[in-house]
């Protein structure tokens, strides 16, 4: 039967790790994958995540199975991390899912259960996984105008005026916080004027949250995810812990949803589960019990912001340092607009010559969009990687 098959593309992104680790030079810099490091370069167990850990192993006292929806303790605890009273809970779901990207999935299937053959308007740029989930759903997939490769910014007034054209028939995909690839975010009047957008033309926001805390804090990077669902009457919402608690390979994330009312919520909850009964059936526990554990505990979670703020505290200092080095290096404003980004990710917009080039000339790991991960800067090493960016840019 297999002979049908003709072999999948890979995940580029995923692809350069393996070549990165398979690289001998030992000035190598990783600046590829989104995974944070610390300054020795070590995505760490969170301290909190280990002490929930070691609580979980001496209580837990059985493993029979949850229920589709998950750890009931995680969901509360995310609406109130994430939405806090932004909106009535009596019109929210929440279901735990295997990490941001299976709470994408099971809200994509979600919409074409809903709209079958949907529009889902997601950024230009976009994180890559966005694209085959949508369509692997039997979602359409088109895009709106987001970042300018001039300014390195949002190219806002047409990203508004592509979102004012939509229609209650279309998905808005947005990233809540610390834009994937570009590190280019809105501002919280901007998120007014999306919010505001999406009320009057009816399009359904669907927002994917997999940076919260890692950009301004964990209050300032909720605010447009609160300003959204506070404006309309239904909204999906991809929540992942796998960076702002490290969880990475536990895959833990949640899929919200918010509906017009109570009954409309409890109808739309059923077909989510369903989904997920039909999908896996129920999500592993362990993350979630982890995140429970920390949120619910007022010195776990002190301890889990204290370094949650530390870890984007190093990523913003990472970004004007390299930002300080090109402008010393260069005398010129070029490359100021790594300072003014936020999160983990930095579109450069070199060309994929030039990003080829720093590969191969000066073992400099970044995506092929020219995509840098500003955790993966050696803090002792900015300088070589100024002088790389430059020489290999002229
Ligand atoms: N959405 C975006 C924009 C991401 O960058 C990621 C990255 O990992 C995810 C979703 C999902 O992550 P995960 O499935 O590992 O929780
Ligand atoms: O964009 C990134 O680097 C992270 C990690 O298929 C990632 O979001 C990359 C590719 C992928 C899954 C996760």
Not at 79 to 108: E, H, K, N
Not at 132 to 156: C, H, Q, W
Not at 193 to 199: D, G, P, W
């Amino acid at each position: 039967m297999f002979e049908t098959l003709t072999k999948a593309p890979g995940d580029k992104i995923l692809a350069l790790m393996g070549e990165y680790a398979a690289d001998p030079r030992s000035t190598k810099i990783d600046l590829g994958v989104g995974v944070y490091k610390d300054e020795k370069g070590v995505t760490p167990v969170m301290s909190a995540v280990r002490k929930a850990e070691q609580r979980i192993l001496e209580n837990e006292k059985t493993k029979t199975y949850l229920g589709i929806a998950g750890n009931k303790g995680f969901g509360a605890a995310v609406l109130d991390l994430a939405l806090a009273d932004s909106v009535d809970r009596s019109r929210v779901r929440i279901a735990q899912a295997p990490g941001g990207t299976g709470s994408l999935w099971v809200l994509m299937q979600l919409i074409n259960r809903a709209k079958p053959g949907a529009t889902v308007w997601v950024s230009d740029p976009t994180w890559p996984n966005h694209n085959p989930i949508a369509e692997n759903s039997g979602l359409k997939v088109e895009k709106y105008p987001y970042f300018d490769t001039e300014t390195r910014g949002v190219k806002f007034p047409q990203m508004l005026a592509a979102l004012d054209k939509l229609g209650k028939d279309d998905v808005v995909l947005l990233h809540g916080c610390c834009h994937n690839p570009t590190g280019a975010n809105l501002t919280n009047e901007q998120w007014d004027q999306v919010a505001a957008s999406l009320a009057r033309t009816g399009a359904l926001p669907f927002i994917d949250l997999a940076y919260l805390g890692f950009g301004d804090g964990l209050l300032e990077d909720a605010y447009g995810t609160r300003k959204v669902i506070a404006s309309v009457p239904e909204a999906l919402i991809a929540f992942s812990g796998s960076k702002n608690f490290g969880l990475y390979r536990e895959r833990i994330g949640a899929a919200i949803l918010i509906a017009r009312d109570a009954d409309q919520a409890d109808v739309t909850n059923s077909q989510l589960l369903n989904i997920i009964r039909g999908a896996y059936s129920q999500p592993p526990d362990h993350g979630a019990e982890i995140i429970r554990t920390i949120l619910e505990d007022k010195d776990l979670r002190a301890e889990w912001e204290a370094e949650l703020n530390q870890m984007r505290g190093r990523m913003i200092t990472l970004r004007e340092k390299l930002a300080e080095a090109i402008r010393q290096r260069s005398n010129s404003k070029d490359f100021d607009f790594i300072a003014a980004h936020r999160g983990m990710f930095s579109l450069l917009g070199l060309p994929n010559d030039v990003v080829e080039h720093l590969k191969a000339a000066n073992g400099v790991y970044m995506i092929g969009d020219s995509r840098i991960n500003v955790a993966g800067i050696p803090e002792d090493r900015v300088g070589d990687l100024a002088e790389a960016m430059l020489s290999a840019s002229k």
